[in-house]
């Protein structure tokens, strides 16, 4: 036996570094991933979105009130905390800023309200990575609590629709949370909760072993689908074919909608649209 036949000289395989949030940008729409990942220059994006700037403020305000010490975990101490992590890029104007301040202080003052501050979440955006025969995967967790002699995934939601059970359940990047905590902290985990901070609801789902596998090969098969069409574009086919626009309501959401034929035949939203009307708003 030779020692190609062996494998003593034969190259690591290469693994697809990835993130849940990469993985879903290629599932929502080609396009849009070939023209965050791929394409280099990227093209230029559009405005801020007020609902990110949102979002991302009371996520941050969040990690801030766990990083307090215990005994000064309180409602009031979320007016600062807000105040110091607020963004303010996206607003139609300060009056509307300000609106929202006030209802997003709401929202984080009924949930803490409902927290046990003496209890000591085992990571609070915390990083996990795990890795297959094909993929380097790694995600940014809101919150990962230990009940018991298990880890439960939380992921905050500040969306104007508060999402259900079958949300929980589908969700990709929740189970591969799922799968790279258990790796991390060698605890069982299946438990994944959408913590929904508008309306103070919890969407949750118990993954099993299967219904994790299902998800991890299907992102396995999404990065396969990824690296075919990176080879093709290398083999000379055009990038708009081998990353094929999926258009819909959320091309009006894009950041690359002037960028894109396609999207710049949708509705054009404002960037502070989706804090500022009651309609349900669909932003993929």
Same mark, same amino acid.
């Given at each position: 036996?030779?020692?190609?036949?062996?494998?003593?000289?034969?190259?690591?395989?290469?693994?697809?570094?990835?993130?849940?949030?990469?993985?879903?940008?290629?599932?929502?729409?080609?396009?849009?991933?070939?023209?965050?990942?791929?394409?280099?220059?990227?093209?230029?994006?559009?405005?801020?979105?007020?609902?990110?700037?949102?979002?991302?403020?009371?996520?941050?305000?969040?990690?801030?009130?766990?990083?307090?010490?215990?005994?000064?975990?309180? !409602?009031? %101490?979320?007016?600062?905390?807000?105040?110091?992590?607020?963004? $303010?890029?996206?607003? #139609?104007? *300060? &009056?509307?800023?300000?609106?929202?301040?006030?209802?997003?202080?709401?929202?984080?003052?009924?949930?803490?309200?409902?927290?046990?501050?003496?209890?000591?979440?085992?990571?609070?955006?915390?990083?996990?990575?795990?890795?297959?025969?094909?993929?380097?995967?790694?995600?940014?967790?809101?919150?990962?609590?230990?009940?018991?002699?298990?880890?439960?995934?939380?992921?905050?939601?500040?969306?104007?629709?508060?999402?259900?059970?079958?949300?929980?359940?589908?969700?990709?990047?929740?189970?591969?949370?799922?799968?790279?905590?258990?790796?991390?902290?060698?605890?069982?985990?299946?438990?994944?909760?959408?913590?929904?901070?508008?309306?103070? !609801?919890? %969407?949750?789902?118990?993954?099993?072993?299967?219904?994790?596998? $299902?998800?991890?090969? #299907?992102? *396995? &098969?999404?990065?396969?689908?990824?690296?075919?069409?990176?080879?093709?574009?290398?083999?000379?086919?055009?990038?708009?074919?081998?990353?094929?626009?999926?258009?819909?309501?959320?091309?009006?959401?894009?950041?690359?909608?002037?960028?894109?034929?396609?999207?710049?035949?949708?509705?054009?939203?404002?960037?502070?649209?989706?804090?500022?009307?009651?309609?349900?708003?669909?932003?993929?």
């Amino acid at each position: 036996m030779d020692n190609e036949q062996l494998g003593l000289f034969a190259p690591p395989r290469r693994l697809f570094t990835c993130t849940p949030s990469k993985l879903g940008s290629y599932e929502d729409c080609p396009r849009r991933y070939r023209f965050s990942y791929v394409d280099r220059p990227a093209p230029p994006k559009g405005p801020p979105w007020a609902h990110n700037s949102l979002g991302a403020s009371v996520h941050t305000a969040l990690r801030s009130w766990y990083g307090l010490p215990a005994d000064r975990r309180a !409602t009031a %101490a979320l007016p600062t905390l807000l105040k110091a992590t607020w963004v $303010r890029e996206g607003y #139609r104007d *300060e &009056e509307q800023e300000r609106e929202v301040f006030r209802r997003a202080l709401g929202w984080l003052e009924s949930y803490v309200d409902g927290l046990d501050p003496d209890e000591e979440p085992l990571g609070v955006e915390r990083t996990v990575a795990a890795r297959t025969e094909t993929l380097a995967l790694s995600g940014r967790v809101d919150r990962i609590d230990q009940r018991g002699d298990e880890l439960v995934i939380v992921d905050y939601k500040t969306g104007r629709t508060g999402p259900g059970p079958d949300d929980a359940r589908g969700s990709r990047a929740l189970a591969l949370y799922a799968i790279a905590a258990e790796r991390v902290f060698r605890k069982r985990c299946r438990r994944v909760e959408l913590h929904h901070l508008p309306t103070g !609801t919890v %969407a949750a789902h118990e993954h099993t072993d299967q219904s994790l596998e $299902r998800h991890l090969r #299907r992102a *396995e &098969e999404t990065a396969a689908d990824i690296v075919a069409a990176e080879s093709a574009i290398t083999a000379g086919t055009p990038p708009d074919e081998a990353f094929p626009v999926a258009a819909g309501p959320w091309c009006s959401w894009c950041d690359y909608r002037k960028s894109c034929p396609t999207g710049q035949q949708a509705e054009v939203k404002d960037p502070w649209t989706a804090v500022d009307r009651p309609s349900q708003v669909d932003t993929r």
